[in-house]
């Protein structure tokens, strides 16, 4: 809700947005959503579960490395 209201008044906002929300890309995301979630539960629950840890760890520190790379970087 914050982000319906709080973007309301900004200029420049792309065509079809309420806010900071753009509904194409809304109606682009929820179909891709509803058609993996499924696919990733499957395949969370097919692996090791030390497996499964050791990835998500992976991933959590790649986007830190990312996150302060561009902090940075600027």
Not at 26 to 55: K, S
């Amino acid at each position: 809700i914050g982000f319906l209201l709080n973007g309301l008044d900004v200029p420049g906002r792309p065509l079809l947005s309420f806010g900071y929300i753009n509904l194409v890309g809304l109606a682009l995301i929820i179909p891709a959503t509803m058609l993996m979630a499924p696919v990733g539960a499957r395949i969370a629950h097919a692996i090791n579960a030390r497996r499964l840890r050791q990835v998500f760890a992976l991933f959590l520190f790649l986007t830190a490395l990312r996150m302060f790379y561009s902090l940075f970087s600027a």
